[in-house]
């Protein structure tokens, strides 16, 4: 069947069209998401992914001119586009669950049973207090403290400016050593 008949059926019968459009396209749609999604999603992710894909191209029947261009390669732009969000979503989720999970259940292994328990309270306690900083200030530290990277980096990453990660951090030690120690705030 070709672009311009499923078209068509698409807008005669959108449900028959959009089972023609997800038969034919499944697979490229598939190895798209894939390629973006399997370092850091689940099978359960890649199929929502794949989901929202014929989701946003049913939603968007209208926009499309095949002038222009094939279905193929709106489905494709779509797939490509969905997968990105998708990915930042998770490597932002990630980045909140895993190093907090990652960073609590940390054990020195040479430490007494009481002393990794007096550990593992003052780095929850920490983390607790990082993540009370707020968004993106709380990320900020994640991943400049925990992941090592670089001021220019996260500003890159996060869409900000360097100087402003650099204040942010000077001002959120502050605040944690108020939260963690109980010095004054701004001394």
Same mark, same amino acid.
């Given at each position: 069947m070709d672009d311009i008949s499923i078209f068509e059926k698409l807008k005669e019968n959108p449900k028959d069209g959009i089972n023609d459009v997800i038969d034919k396209y499944s697979g490229l749609v598939y190895s798209i998401v894939y390629s973006k999604l399997s370092k850091?999603? @689940? +099978? +359960?992710?890649?199929?929502?992914? !794949? =989901?929202?894909?014929?989701?946003? /191209? *049913? $939603?968007?029947i209208d926009k499309i001119d095949? &002038?222009? &261009? @094939?279905?193929? #390669? *709106?489905? #494709?732009?779509? #797939?490509n586009n969905k997968a990105i969000d998708f990915y930042r979503r998770l490597e932002k989720n990630s980045i909140r669950t895993d190093k907090y999970e990652e960073l609590s259940n940390y054990k020195d292994k040479s430490a007494a049973p009481e002393t990794e328990i007096i550990?593992?309270?003052?780095?929850k306690e920490l983390i607790d207090a990082i993540h009370s900083l707020g968004e993106p200030d709380s990320e900020i /530290? !994640?991943? %400049? *403290?925990?992941?090592?990277?670089k001021t220019k +980096?996260? #500003? $890159?990453?996060l869409s900000i400016r360097d100087n402003t990660v650099d204040k942010? !951090? =000077?001002?959120?030690?502050?605040?944690?050593?108020?939260? !963690?120690?109980?010095? +004054? *705030? &701004? %001394?």
């Open positions: 850091l999603g @689940t +099978e +359960e992710d890649i199929k929502e992914c !794949i =989901s929202d894909v014929f989701l946003g /191209f *049913y $939603n968007q095949l &002038g222009k &261009g @094939t279905l193929k #390669a *709106y489905i #494709a732009i779509i #797939a550990k593992k309270e003052e780095r /530290f !994640i991943r %400049k *403290y925990y992941m090592g990277q +980096e996260i #500003a $890159n990453i942010k !951090i =000077s001002r959120g030690l502050k605040k944690l050593r108020v939260l !963690i120690g109980g010095c +004054e *705030y &701004g %001394k």
